[in-house]
């Protein structure tokens, strides 16, 4: 038992000094006292409601449920609660890492702030998270409403950027909910895809090539073409074969994996191109740009929009060349469903991919076929 300490004057009296000692509860709680030091940092798991609640971390608990996890890094949070620390630790709690960009002070709503998230979401229920953590981590005044990867597109500010690189409107991106961020993703698939003997005779203009030996000039060489420089025979044949190709509007033909067709994309860039370091179209670290006559490449490329085929996965996507929608009162269709599309040419390029269609990403298939 702890020895009674008085903290009575020395002129204190005996009923005194006896009142103290009387009332004083240490003796009886000192045991229970000392055994509460150091308590908290090995606590059992029904106090660990408690000290959340104690330490004000109950907001936390939807982002990270684990309470043995919360408590030192919910701590260490608070610590630098407001600042981008705050933003970088509580991505962490979700897998990703970001870059916060504020608005310009020149702009009204200066408050407003983005995140450039490292990457594309894992998984579109990653969204609201990291909406929750964003906001819970900033100042009260500070207010996120855009994340985005891979695709960003800014809207027009007259004399500081370019028409050809901004939107009329907002930047780019679609909302789960109306009161929440918005989000903006894109993900490229480039395919260099050398068209094959079966793609060439389905679209009609395969040629074959000639045989070892054989001097006898063909008669798809008599075809006037001014243009052409007939220096090597195979470029030539390939340049001949591309040129076959009936003018039409390519689409990108996605299906699953049972073959059924999710949609109808139509494609964005369709040219007849050639290497050109100034060219306006890049694939595969070079630059390409329309080519006239002696083409021996054509570039398509579709780029799907946010919510298009959303809850499908696409297993294969392949490209229809000329083709036009069914409904004659929608000729300028970009989406179309399963039999929306009319007669055209048939598929060609078919390639296997892996596409999980969301609401907040934008999907670009990239062609570059080699005739």
């Not at 408690?50 to 610590?79: C, D, K, Q, S």
Request: charged share 20%; glycine share 10%; net charge negative.
């Amino acid at each position: 038992m702890t020895a009674v300490v008085h903290l009575l004057p020395s002129s204190s009296t005996p009923f005194e000094q006896v009142l103290s000692e009387a009332t004083d509860p240490t003796p009886r709680l000192s045991g229970a006292i000392a055994s509460l030091h150091g308590f908290k940092f090995t606590p059992w798991p029904s106090l660990l409601p408690y000290l959340v609640y104690e330490y004000g971390l109950g907001e936390l608990t939807p982002y990270v449920p684990n309470l043995y996890e919360l408590l030192p890094e919910g701590i260490a949070w608070t610590r630098v609660r407001g600042t981008p620390a705050a933003v970088e630790r509580a991505l962490a709690w979700l897998g990703y890492t970001a870059e916060i960009e504020e608005a310009a002070v020149r702009r009204a709503r200066w408050n407003l702030f983005q995140l450039a998230l490292d990457r594309v979401r894992d998984d579109e229920d990653d969204l609201d998270p990291i909406d929750g953590v964003a906001n819970l981590s900033t100042p009260l005044r500070s207010v996120f409403w855009r994340g985005f990867s891979g695709y960003d597109i800014r809207p027009l500010e007259y004399s500081r950027n370019r028409w050809s690189q901004t939107r009329w409107s907002s930047s780019s991106g679609a909302r789960l909910r109306e009161d929440g961020a918005k989000w903006s993703f894109g993900r490229t698939y480039p395919f260099d895809h050398a068209m094959t003997e079966a793609d060439l005779t389905a679209l009609g203009v395969w040629i074959e090539p000639p045989e070892d030996g054989d001097d006898a000039e063909p008669a798809w060489l008599d075809i006037e073409w001014p243009d052409l420089t007939w220096n090597d025979f195979g470029n030539a044949r390939s340049a001949l074969m591309l040129l076959g190709v009936p003018n039409g509007t390519a689409w990108a033909c996605f299906r699953d994996a049972g073959g059924d067709v999710i949609g109808y994309r139509r494609a964005k860039v369709q040219a007849r191109v050639g290497v050109d370091p100034n060219g306006p179209y890049r694939f595969g670290g070079l630059r390409f740009a329309p080519a006239a006559t002696g083409a021996e490449l054509m570039l398509v490329e579709a780029l799907t929009d946010f919510g298009e085929g959303h809850g499908c996965t696409a297993a294969t996507v392949s490209l229809i060349l000329a083709a036009e929608p069914a409904d004659p009162a929608r000729p300028g269709a970009l989406w179309l469903g399963p039999g929306e599309l009319g007669a055209g040419l048939p598929e060609v390029a078919a390639t296997p991919i892996h596409i999980e269609f969301g609401r907040t990403v934008r999907e670009r298939v990239r062609f570059l076929l080699r005739f």
